[in-house]
């Protein structure tokens, strides 16, 4: 790691410290998080069964987990948003990719991550096509290396399927240090 790379972006924890000091829990997408902050008012949820308040928005801490030591291969069966003893073969939680799937609303990131997006076909979303007339797909990588096209944050809005994953540079990092690559997001 540059020194560079040491100053921007400092990960003196193994995987099972982070996950330990911020009582990560399984998210459906993959990985694990944690809520950080929560906007106390609320609104109904277009979403949200029953007529149901979410917060306007909230900010969740994520986290990719590749297999390594401190990332389990399944989350423990603690009653959190899954049941871990369920198969669910597109889901994996020791991965270096996410779950793909379809953003309901926008979401703002930050941290060091790979992201593939897709335009949702009408109903979903405004069906943006490319000019061969397929759904128009970006990728986007988020990270420290500018010169290369990296950026820092990323607002992906709502009606677009994606997926992340680590970037090469990243994962090659990763699996020398076992270390962990936390990713934030802001739901709006």
């Known amino acids: 790691m540059s020194e560079v790379d040491k100053h921007l972006y400092p990960y003196p924890q193994s995987n099972k410290d982070p996950m330990k000091a911020f009582n990560l829990k399984s998210h459906p997408e993959g990985g694990y998080f944690a809520l950080t902050w929560a906007m106390p008012e609320g609104v109904l949820s277009p979403f949200a069964s029953d007529g149901e308040e979410r917060q306007m928005a ?51 990131h930050a941290g060091r991550s790979k992201y593939t997006l897709v335009s949702a076909k009408h109903p979903l979303g405004k069906g943006l096509v490319d000019e061969r007339g397929k759904p128009l797909t970006k990728i986007v990588v988020m990270g420290d290396n500018l010169g290369d096209g990296a950026v820092r944050q990323l607002l992906v809005e709502g009606n677009w399927w994606k997926v992340s994953e680590f970037h090469r540079s990243t994962a090659k990092r990763w699996k020398r240090t076992s270390r962990w690559q936390p990713q934030g997001r802001f739901h709006l």
């Open 58 to 108: 909230s900010c969740i801490f994520h986290l990719l987990c590749h297999k390594s030591p401190g990332c389990p291969d399944r989350p423990p069966r603690d009653g959190s948003m899954i049941d871990a003893s369920e198969p669910d073969v597109f889901r994996s939680w020791s991965s270096d990719v996410g779950v793909f799937h379809l953003n309901k609303s926008h979401l703002h």
